[in-house]
Nanobody, 126 residues
């Protein structure tokens, strides 16, 4: 079982930046693939970005490509989501997720990940 704790959310003006962090714990957490999802009020949870265990593969939703960057810390136990050029439509609760494998499709669903954090709120004002 992998435990995940997100942090770094907050309120920012449109065009600003935020960096989310997700710290994982568990015996094999550093070997897990990681993903970020978000859920806006009244909408389904949607894929944002994913990275494999080594950091050699990164994938992004079209809506955030070129603005967001996912990365892993050197110890592989922390995953970051750098969010630049934020827009009001980026407002959502952001969730960190983990799973032992990551397929090569480039787009993922909540069911592709078995472990989840509690979420962190990101609000972008216009």
């Amino acid at each position: 079982q992998v435990q995940l704790v997100e942090s770094g959310g907050g309120l920012v003006q449109a065009g600003g930046s935020l960096r989310l962090s997700c710290v994982t714990s568990g015996r094999t957490s550093r070997t897990y693939a990681m993903g970020w999802f978000r859920q806006a009020p009244g909408k389904e949870r949607e894929f944002v970005a994913a990275i494999n265990w080594s950091g050699s593969r990164e994938y992004y939703a079209d809506s955030v490509k070129g603005r967001y960057t996912i990365s892993r810390g050197n110890d592989k136990n922390t995953v970051y989501l750098q969010m630049n050029s934020l827009k009001p439509e980026d407002t959502a609760i952001y969730y960190c997720a983990a799973d032992s494998t990551l397929g090569y499709s480039g787009h993922y669903y909540p069911t592709d990940f078995g472990s989840w954090g509690q979420g962190t709120q990101v609000t972008v004002s216009s």
